[in-house]
Each structure stands twice: as C-alpha cells, then as structure tokens.
Nanobody, 120 residues
Framework: QVQLVESGGGLVPPGGSLRLSCAAS????????MAWYRQAPGKQRELVAV???????NYLDSVKGRFTISRANAKNTVYLQMNSLKPEDTAVYYC??????????????WGQGTQVTVSS
C-alpha cells in the first residue's frame, strides 16, 4: 500500500506564490520519478513538471521560469514552488510518483489533489 498526501493549495491573488508539497508513504522501496499534474474545469489533466531521482527536471512551457519542482529523496517528498501565479493556473493539482514497492513491483501512484485558485 502506497499513499501520496498533498498540501499547500489555496486561494492567492494574481502575481502571488504558493508552495505545494506531496509526501509518499507506505510500502516503498524506492521512488523513480515524481511529478505534478493539474486539471482545470472542463479540460484534460496536463503534466506541469517532472523530476527524476537524479534531479533532472522538465516543465510545461507555460510555467517555465515561474514554477520550480524539487524533491527531498530522504523524505520521499516532492515540492512545487509556484511564483507569479496567473488566473489560468487555477486548477486541481495532483502529485504522481513512479514507485518500486517493497514487493519488487512498480506502480504509479496519485495523490488526492489540492485546489489552487488564482483570483483577485
């Protein structure tokens, strides 16, 4: 059993900042990749940022230069620092992790989602 628990969402005015956190726990032997996705009302879920175990990152073009993904491997935690937020960043943000379990199997696990609303 693997759980991902997110925190840090909320309401922020345009130009503001938020930091999302996602902690993985349970039957984890190792975590390969960690990522943040988002889904706005009426739209498909999209990949926002991804980070490998070695720290390589990649971002959605519209968030480059504003968002930063990082991870603390010892804590099985991934973060998303979001600066210069825009109304179009409003969405439910989901954490995802590619995990090797203690049984030696691989699984893709998701958090429950956290709402980010950018509005004045």
């Amino acid at each position: 059993q693997v759980q991902l628990v997110e925190s840090g969402g909320g309401l922020v005015p345009p130009g503001g900042s938020l930091r999302l956190s996602c902690a993985a726990s349970g039957s984890i032997s190792g975590i390969i990749g960690m990522a943040w996705y988002r889904q706005a009302p009426g739209k498909q879920r999209e990949l926002v940022a991804v980070i490998t175990k070695s720290g390589a990152t990649n971002y959605l073009d519209s968030v480059k230069g504003r968002f930063t993904i990082s991870r603390a491997n010892a804590k099985n935690t991934v973060y998303l620092q979001m600066n210069s937020l825009k109304p179009e960043d409003t969405a439910v943000y989901y954490c995802n992790a590619e995990i090797m379990t203690t049984l030696g199997t691989y699984r893709s696990s998701w958090g429950q989602g956290t709402q980010v609303t950018v509005s004045s």
